[in-house]
Structures are given as C-alpha cells and as structure tokens.
C-alpha cells in the first residue's frame, strides 16, 4: 500500500514530560570505541510509561497480564485520527455524540494536549477521556484508544478500558497529524510481566 509515513512517537531526553513521581529518564555511554573499546554501548534507565507507550491490565487491574499478554492484531491496522480540540475538559459520552466516533477499532484522539509536547513542564492541566466515554468505547468495540498526553483518564477509565482487553497507547505525538484515516503500526517493546513499555508508533496515510 502506498501513503505516507508519519512518526508520531514523542522523542525522549532530558526534557520530555514524565508523569509527576515517576523515574526519571537518563542515557549513559558506559563503553566507547574513543576510549578503546570494539563498540559503543548505552545504559537507559527510565521508567515504563515514559514518552509514548502502551499500558497493560496490570498497571491498573492487580493479577491481570503484562504487556506480553495484550492483542497484538490490535496493534496494526486501519485507524482513525478524531478531531477533539474543540472539548476542554476530559472527553466524555456526549462529547463523543457531538463530534462524531467514526466505526473503527482503532482510535487516536487529537486534542489540545498536542501543544503541551512543545518543549513543556509536565501539567495535570490534560484533557483525557471520561469513564462513561471509556465505556461507550467498549461498547463500540474499538480495540485500542490513543491520546495525545501521558494518561488515558482516572483509575476508572483504565479499568474499564484495560478490563475490556481494549489497547491503552498513550503519549501519542499529533502536532502533525490531520484528523482521518491512517493505517497504524504500533511496537510496544515485550517486557516480560511489565505494567507497560515503551513504543515506536507510525502512521501512514492511507491516500
């Protein structure tokens, strides 16, 4: 299929937003071909909802599976970029209503949040989605949610959604990316047992 690439993954540094409390990120050469050694090597730490990344049940549902255990068919597919910038607080069910949820199993919302990735503090000031939304979402049948920000919603959204085995991705970068139809390719990395993990997400255009 032709169409057009788009990285809609957040870059991660010193400066990207981590949610309040959690591990900082940091990167370091621990061996380099400058001073000798056959290969440069890295060691990351951070924690694993840093930047863009998926969660899995157990982050919010004690016993669930960890990311090894999510659909991984909800992961690629036909999705659809929605247009939320108009909604100010968290997104809900009638929110949903009025600015239409076209039929997909696969859903990014773009909102406001887009701007806080320009080079910003964290902030608690997001829109996320609302649990009555989360359950029109189950509902539905979507698969998997994406938001432009660090956290799908409150405690409730998460167990509704992560409950349902519905795909929480988070941290999902917009700026560029028009409202409409895309095929979406999205890498969580297996951690074995992990409450997340980071993830490289693409786009492409579908014309």
Known sequence: MSGRMID??????????????????SIERVSQISEGANANVSKLCCGVHTGTHVDAPVHFIDGAGGIETIDVDALVGPAVVV???????????????????PQSERVLFRTRNSELWDGRPFTKDFVAIAPDAAQMLVDRGVRLVGVDYL?????????????????????????????????LFCGPIKLVG???????????TTS
Do not use: C, N
């Not at 247009?83 to 239409?100: K, N, P, Q, Y």
């Not at 799908?152 to 139809?181: K, Y």
């Open 151 to 183: 956290s799908v919603g409150s405690p409730e959204t998460h167990r509704i959604l992560l409950g349902a085995r519905m795909v929480a991705l988070e941290g999902v970068d917009l700026r560029s990316v028009e409202p409409g139809e895309y095929e």
């Open 194 to 204: 992990s409450d997340g993990a980071p993830a490289r997400v693409l786009l492409r």
């Open 83 to 101: 247009d939320a910038r108009s909604v100010e607080g968290d997104i809900d069910a009638a929110d949903l209503e009025r600015i239409g949820l």
């Open 8 to 25: 809609v993954t957040v870059p991660i540094d010193g400066g990207t937003p981590i949610w309040e409390g959690d591990p900082t990120f």
